[in-house]
Nanobody
Framework: VQLQASGGGLVQPGGSLRLSCATS????????IGWYRQAPGEQREWVALMTSGGTTSYADSVKGRFTLSAGNAKSTVFLQMNNLKVDDTAVYYC?????????WGQGTQVTVSS
């Protein structure tokens, strides 16, 4: 599956951004779709994931602030990020898995700074 991520940018602490991940297949054909992020000098970490059944899960660091949802066309997922913190600064990567196959989109930079 091909993934196209977009929506990053520069925002002040407390602000909001929405990331989009457009897929080449219906998200319901995927086992899992979601987002990872990687801050400078850090390992890549998972942020939010959605199963084919629509169940979502979030890392503790973003729970209550980030929301992962599916678009009406069911080929796009959105990551709504509210109350952003400086620690959320990272390159965000869209991720999907179908069976044993994993796919990554290109990263989109999110910078939270005053």
């Amino acid at each position: 599956v091909q993934l196209q991520a977009s929506g990053g940018g520069l925002v002040q602490p407390g602000g909001s951004l929405r990331l989009s991940c457009a897929t080449s297949e219906s998200i319901f054909s995927l086992n899992v779709i979601g987002w990872y992020r990687q801050a400078p000098g850090e390992q890549r970490e998972w942020v939010a994931l959605m199963t084919s059944g629509g169940t979502t899960s979030y890392a503790d660091s973003v729970k209550g602030r980030f929301t992962l949802s599916a678009g009406n066309a069911k080929s796009t997922v959105f990551l709504q990020m509210n109350n952003l913190k400086v620690d959320d600064t990272a390159v965000y990567y869209c991720f999907a898995r179908t069976g044993p196959l994993s796919s990554w989109g290109q990263g989109t930079q999110v910078t939270v700074s005053s």
